[in-house]
Each structure stands twice: as structure tokens, then as C-alpha cells.
């Protein structure tokens, strides 16, 4: 069992910057992948950002590409997401999620695959 804690949500305007938070409970935190999500109003959940368990390899979303970046730290049980250049598109809340994987290389781009999820914190980009 794993539990997810997200923070670092907050208003901010157009162009700023944001770094979210996501500690993770458990000493199991490296056997997992770990990725970053998030749901606005009135649409479905979407991939923004996913890093391997070793931190090696990332993986973003177009939309977000050269803007996030998504980074772990392993002794911690911690992962980031540094937003930049924020959008009011990138307005939602956005979910950290875990998903237990052998490979240390791999990341994971898809909900369907991931077995634990936080509760969300909310990031506003007003413009």
C-alpha cells in the first residue's frame, strides 16, 4: 500500500512558475514508476508527465513539453513537477500517481496502469 500527498497547488498568473510536491508513504517508493495527471472542469483525467523508478527516463505530454519538468528523489519518497511558463490551460488539479513496475526504465503514460493515486492539489493560472 502506498499513499500519495500532494502539494504545492496555488493561484498564479500567466507565465509564472509552480513546483508541485508529492511525498509518498512506505519504504517501497523506489519499486515504483510515478507519474503526474490532471482533470479540469468538465473533462477527463489527462497525462502530463511520468519518470522511471531510477529517475532516468522521462516522458511528457506535448502540451506541457519544455515547460514541466518532472524529477524524484528517491532518499525522500518524494516526486516534483516544475511548471513553467504556465498557461491558463494548465489550470485543473493535478493528481501524482504510482505504479509498481520491475523494469527501473520504464515510465508509464496510461491511468488504466497505475495503482495509486493522491487526492489532488489545484493549480489556477489566471490570465
Known amino acids: 500500500q502506498v499513499q500519495l500527498v500532494e502539494s504545492g497547488g496555488a493561484l498564479v498568473q500567466a507565465g509564472g512558475s509552480l513546483r508541485l510536491s508529492c511525498a509518498a508513504s512506505g519504504r517501497t517508493f523506489s519499486s515504483y514508476a510515478m507519474g503526474w495527471f490532471r482533470q479540469a472542469p468538465g473533462k477527463e483525467r489527462e497525462f502530463v508527465a511520468a519518470?522511471?523508478?531510477?529517475?532516468?527516463?522521462?516522458d511528457y505530454a506535448d502540451s506541457v513539453k519544455g515547460r514541466f519538468t518532472i524529477s524524484r528523489d528517491n532518499a525522500k519518497n518524494t516526486v516534483y513537477l516544475q511548471m513553467s511558463g504556465l498557461k491558463p490551460d494548465d489550470t485543473a488539479v493535478y493528481y501524482c500517481?504510482?505504479?509498481?513496475?520491475?523494469?527501473?526504465?520504464?515510465?508509464?503514460?496510461?491511468?488504466?496502469?497505475?495503482?495509486?493515486w493522491g487526492q489532488g492539489t489545484q493549480v489556477t493560472v489566471s490570465s
Open positions: 500517481a504510482a505504479s509498481r513496475r520491475d523494469s527501473q526504465y520504464r515510465t508509464v503514460r496510461y491511468l488504466k496502469d497505475y495503482d495509486y
Open positions: 519518470i522511471s523508478r531510477n529517475g532516468f527516463i522521462t
